[in-house]
């Protein structure tokens, strides 16, 4: 091995191609993930209100908090992924065996029991919520690392990446229009029902679709098991707490990259908790979840297969970087539609979504690129901490999006529904906030991400190189470890 080129090295990237199966089995991994996480973020926040009867100031302190402590769970699941190597290898373990309770917690969450006092049922929600995220980082660091273990070619990843937003985009409409459909349908029928018979009937919605989603999810991650395996080697099996340390440290790359994308998925889930409220009080009725779901994954489905031909001529920093316009364009002409105005509003939310269809799943790509460049500064391949800081900021600002969302609700002085006042006339107040939210916050927080994002190092080309280097590094010191944690010579 010690008389390999760099140019051999670069050679076998190109000619590197993972099997279709592969491919399509990745992107069942997101699928079973976003019918726990798409649920909660586009559901939590009207369930918690508008079916658990909670308030929205309490929902939004609730979120802050628990959000902010899953955060910190995936930081916990980033040491743990590292510190694991097994003959299955380093991430499959966690998909394999973390399935059902994370699909089950999701279950629980949207189950508060309506024969508790409100003090019991906030707890119930925090307890709930909370082990959501937990099991949820349990499963999804390893998930989000395996790619960068899956492959090391540039095309390939984009593949990957792609596939991941394609299913995770298929999951989010299948289970709006489960559930969207359902409540609207109901709230056609609100005038002549009681408020406890309302919510009793929103709360069976919730409990069929989250007991059906266990069955769904598990086969789900049990394709991406069986058919996405580790094939990149590293020097150690296991990464201890300052070689973790050492390798962030330096990785400047990755800096700029969480930089960026704090500010962009702020916009990114203060919307998605805004999203029922807007189609219920200014596009005129929550049935117009579905099709807004729709516009914004449908997006994503489509462009899906154009990604690894957009990184191939363009770049991932150059796309990254630009696709912010469409978020500014788009938030802005959402914030002054008219009420009641359907069509243009899913133009614009279409508009919007071609952004955020882009930088979220690129974010992806970009993410696994950081681990070479970690590794190569370092020695040492750390892909669960990478990920996991990675993730950690993507929860610190679901954590503070989603309270945005919630607490502007609170500002504009929104009135949830009691027992008394099943059906509340909204304030403009509450109207605006939830303009702003949908439109104005996303639009902002894109041009901050855009300058921030202006000094990201690590092109496409660049990152070959590092490759190449650090691949050509290790196949002169020999004694590598291979995926299922065996010595190669």
Not at 216 to 236: D, M, N, P, Q
Not at 277 to 301: E, R
Not at 477 to 484: C, K, M, N, R, W
Request: aromatic share 14%; with cysteine; hydrophobic share 50%.
């Amino acid at each position: 091995m010690s008389s390999i080129t760099k140019e051999q090295i670069a050679q076998s990237f190109v000619d590197e191609r993972l099997p279709k199966r592969s491919i399509l089995g990745y992107g069942f991994g997101d699928f079973a993930n976003n019918l726990a996480f798409t649920l909660s973020t586009a559901f939590l926040l009207y369930y918690y209100t508008d079916v658990a009867g909670l308030s929205a100031a309490a929902v939004a302190t609730m979120f802050f908090v628990v959000r902010l402590w899953d955060a910190f769970a995936d930081m916990f699941a980033g040491r743990l992924v590292d510190r694991t190597m097994t003959r299955m290898g380093k991430f499959r373990p966690f998909i394999l065996f973390g399935a059902v309770p994370l699909l089950f917690l999701s279950f629980l969450t949207f189950h508060v029991p309506s024969s508790l006092e409100d003090g019991a049922k906030l707890l119930y929600a925090y307890v709930t919520y909370a082990g959501l995220g937990l099991v949820y980082s349990l499963v999804n660091i390893p998930y989000g690392s395996l790619a960068s273990a899956m492959t090391q070619s540039v095309k390939e990843r984009a593949k990957l990446v792609s596939s991941r937003f394609f299913g995770g985009a298929v999951g989010g409409i299948v289970l709006t229009y489960i559930i969207a459909p359902k409540i609207s349908d109901l709230k056609q029928d609100k005038q002549t029902l009681s408020s406890a018979a309302y919510q009793e009937k929103v709360q069976e919605i919730f409990t069929q679709t989250t007991l059906l989603f266990i069955v769904i999810g598990s086969i789900a991650y049990l394709i991406t098991w069986y058919f996405c395996r580790e094939k990149v080697v590293r020097t150690t099996p296991r990464v201890s707490m300052r070689e973790t340390y050492d390798t962030l440290r330096s990785n400047k790359p990755l800096g700029y990259l969480c930089a960026a994308s704090f500010f962009y998925l702020i916009g990114l889930f203060a919307v998605g908790g805004a999203s029922a409220y807007y189609a219920q009080y200014v596009m005129g009725d929550i049935k117009w979840l579905g099709p807004i779901t729709l516009v914004n994954s449908g997006i994503s489905i489509v462009a899906a297969p154009f990604i690894p031909k957009l990184v191939d001529r363009f770049g991932k920093k150059s796309l990254f970087q630009w696709c912010g316009l469409f978020t500014v364009a788009g938030g802005i002409a959402l914030f002054f539609t008219p009420t009641g105005a359907a069509a243009p509003a899913l133009i614009f939310l279409g508009v919007k979504g071609i952004g955020a269809a882009l930088i979220n799943t690129i974010m992806f790509g970009l993410e696994a690129d950081t681990v070479e460049y970690g590794e190569w500064k370092s020695g040492k391949r750390s892909e669960g901490a990478t990920y996991a800081v990675f993730s950690f900021t993507r929860k610190i600002t679901q954590s503070i999006g989603g309270a945005v969302g919630a607490a502007a609700l609170a500002f504009g002085g929104y009135l949830s529904a009691t027992a008394s006042v099943p059906n509340p006339v909204q304030p403009e107040s509450a109207v605006m906030a939830i303009r702003v939210t949908i439109g104005l916050l996303p639009a902002l927080v894109a041009l901050i991400a855009m300058a921030i994002f202006w000094k990201y190092p690590l092109t496409d080309q660049r990152f070959r190189e590092i490759r190449n280097e650090t691949e050509l590094r290790k196949a002169q010191q020999g004694h590598l470890i291979a995926p299922d944690g065996t010595v190669v010579d």
